[in-house]
C-alpha cells in the first residue's frame, strides 16, 4: 500500500454523523470498526483538525478521489461557515500517531519531488554511494537537530541535497512543518535594491523575503553558487543571526568550505564581506560531503 493510499485510508476510517440543525448528533459507539453517514456528513473533530491541517499538494496527492472531494468541500464550507466538526468518535492514541506520521513522511515527499524526481529516492536509509558515513551523521542530526542549523557542504554533485531532502524528511516528522526550499540565486535576487523593477518583479521578491523569513524550517540550495556580493552577504548574515538560537531550522547546502580548512579561509580572502556569515556557520553542524561527482549514477 502507497504512502497516499495509507493516508487516505486513516484519514477516511473514520466514525462520522450528518451535521444536524440543532447541533445534536446522533451516538455511535466508540471504535474504528464503526463508521455511518454519508459524503455530507461532518468528520469527527480529531479527523476535521487532521483535514484543516493539510497542505493543497497532500490533499492532491491522495489516491482516493472521493475523499479528496470530501475534504476539499469540507474545507470549503468551514471557510464558509457552513460545517462545524461533530465530535462523536476518540481514535485510538496509535491512529493519531500514525495520521501525524503519514502526514509529514508526505511532506517530505512532497519537499523531495519539488527538488526533482530524483530526490523521491532521499532518505536516510538509502544513502548515496560511498556516503554511508555521512549518513550516520545525518541521522544524528536530523533525530536530535541541535545545533539548529545543519551545513552539507563539498563539491559539485556529492550528493548534498539529495542528504538535505533526506535529513529534512527526518527532522520534522511528527511536528506538522512544512520545509521551504529557497535556492541561493532566488533569494539573491530577492535581496536586490528595488529601484527601477517591474510591480510584478517586485511583488516576487516579497513574497520570497516573506517565506524565507516565516519559514519554520528552511533549506538554501547551493549558497553562494554565484560570487557572493556584500549586500547580499550582509542580508543572509542577518537572516542567520535571526533564526539561529530560535528553533527554526535551517539546512545549507554550498560548494564552499568550512571556514576552519584552508579553502575556507581562501574563500574568506578573496571575499572578506562574507566572513560575518562564515564566521556565524562555524557554530552550525558541518558536514563534508567527499568524492567525485554523482550526478546521474544514482536514480
Not at 135 to 158: F, I, S
Request: glycine fraction near 8%.
Amino acid at each position: 500500500m502507497s504512502q497516499n493510499t495509507a493516508l487516505a485510508a486513516l484519514l477516511a476510517n473514520v466514525t462520522t454523523s450528518p451535521d444536524t440543525t440543532d447541533g445534536s448528533a446522533e451516538e455511535f459507539p466508540a471504535g474504528r470498526a464503526v463508521r455511518a453517514g454519508h459524503p455530507d456528513s461532518a468528520p469527527d473533530g480529531p479527523t476535521a483538525a487532521a483535514w484543516l491541517a493539510m497542505t493543497g499538494d497532500e490533499i492532491d496527492a491522495l489516491d482516493d478521489k472521493p475523499l479528496m472531494a470530501r475534504i476539499v468541500r469540507f474545507r470549503h464550507e468551514t471557510e464558509k461557515g457552513k460545517t462545524r466538526p461533530v465530535v462523536v468518535y476518540t481514535p485510538d492514541p496509535e491512529d493519531a500517531e500514525v495520521t501525524a506520521r503519514l502526514i509529514a513522511e508526505n511532506r517530505a515527499k512532497n519537499l523531495r519531488n519539488s527538488l526533482g524526481a530524483k530526490y523521491d529516492t532521499a532518505f536516510l536509509n538509502s544513502p548515496m554511494p560511498g556516503q554511508e558515513a555521512v549518513y550516520e551523521r545525518l541521522v544524528a542530526w536530523a533525530t536530535n537537530p541541535r545545533p539548529d542549523t545543519l551545513v552539507l557542504w563539498g563539491t559539485v554533485g556529492t550528493g548534498k541535497t539529495h542528504a538535505a531532502a533526506a535529513a529534512t524528511g527526518v527532522a520534522v516528522s511528527g511536528t506538522g512543518q512544512v520545509p521551504t526550499l529557497v535556492t541561493w540565486e532566488d533569494l539573491a535576487d530577492a535581496w536586490m535594491p528595488g529601484d527601477n523593477v517591474s510591480d510584478d518583479l517586485m511583488a516576487r521578491r516579497s513574497r520570497t523575503r516573506g517565506k524565507v523569513r516565516d519559514a519554520q524550517v528552511l533549506i538554501i540550495d547551493d549558497m553562494y553558487r554565484r560570487k557572493p556580493s556584500e549586500y547580499t552577504s550582509a542580508e543572509l548574515a542577518a537572516l542567520l543571526a535571526n533564526r539561529q538560537g530560535s528553533g527554526r531550522l535551517t539546512i545549507i547546502t554550498t560548494n564552499v568550505a568550512s571556514l576552519d580548512t584552508p579553502e575556507g579561509e581562501d574563500f574568506v580572502a578573496a571575499y572578506p564581506f562574507a566572513e560575518r556569515v562564515m564566521d556565524r556557520l562555524m557554530d552550525a553542524e558541518n558536514i563534508h560531503l567527499t568524492g567525485a561527482s554523482l550526478r546521474g549514477r544514482h536514480a
